[in-house]
């Protein structure tokens, strides 16, 4: 597509969305054990909610062509929903394994997603450190348990 510049406003609202991620480990970290379990159930929730918004923009991209020659972005666009529904439904140590996976997975669709010509050259620069640090916030998380 393109190779201009991370837009701006991307990078500020790409940013944003780690904060609960980064709060959450933190706050497993520093929180008296009592608000583990809201913290714990916090992060999860978030990150199925966010690994559902990231396939779906996965939708978007196939829509750029109707959907014809992009049958695996409109997988990637439904199976990270069903992913993180799955997610929430599991032992919290599975879920945490889960999500990253996921998440791993998803950042291989974004840089696919690019390579075909659907998402600006851009994207991965965006992606790489977003992805990095959710799945370092995960990581940290899931020790502190």
């Known amino acids: 597509m393109n190779d201009r510049a991370i837009p701006r406003i991307v990078l500020w609202l790409g940013y944003a969305g780690l904060v609960p991620f980064v709060a959450s480990a933190v706050a497993l970290g520093i929180a008296p054990p009592r608000l583990?379990?809201?913290?714990?159930?916090s992060l999860l929730t978030y990150g199925a909610v966010i690994l559902s918004f990231m396939?779906?923009?996965?939708?978007?991209?196939?829509?750029?062509?109707?959907?014809?020659?992009?049958?695996?972005?409109?997988?990637?666009?439904?199976?990270p929903a069903l992913v993180g529904w799955v997610s929430l439904a599991l032992a919290p140590m599975t879920s945490f394994v889960v999500l990253i996976v996921a998440f791993a997975a998803?950042?291989?669709?974004?840089?696919?997603?690019?390579?075909?010509?659907?998402?600006p050259t851009w994207y991965p620069r965006l992606r790489l450190p977003l992805t990095v640090i959710v799945i370092v916030s995960l990581v940290v998380s899931a020790l502190l348990v």
């Open 106 to 119: 998803l950042y291989v669709g974004d840089r696919r997603a690019v390579r075909l010509g659907l998402a």
């Open 55 to 79: 396939g779906a923009v996965h939708w978007g991209l196939a829509m750029r062509d109707d959907g014809v020659s992009s049958p695996v972005q409109l997988a990637l666009s439904v199976v």
């Open 36 to 41: 583990h379990g809201f913290v714990l159930y």
